[in-house]
């Protein structure tokens, strides 16, 4: 079977199992998953440091 089958069969059964009251908090938590996931941040595009900048400038 493949892996990624079995993780979402277990990942149903797991929500199934949890009580009403935390299907919000999890919903709000998938839903910052799928942002996280969809949306390239720009803090993880390599910048050069302020060192860097410096050796450059005077290059």
Do not use: C, N, W
């Amino acid at each position: 079977m493949d892996s990624t089958i079995y993780i979402r069969q277990k990942l149903s059964r797991a929500i199934d199992e949890l009580p009403d009251e935390v299907l919000p908090e999890l919903s709000e938590f998938i839903h910052y998953l799928q942002y996280k996931t969809a949306v390239p941040h720009p803090e993880k595009i390599s910048k050069p440091s302020s060192g860097s900048a410096f050796l450059l400038a005077i290059a």
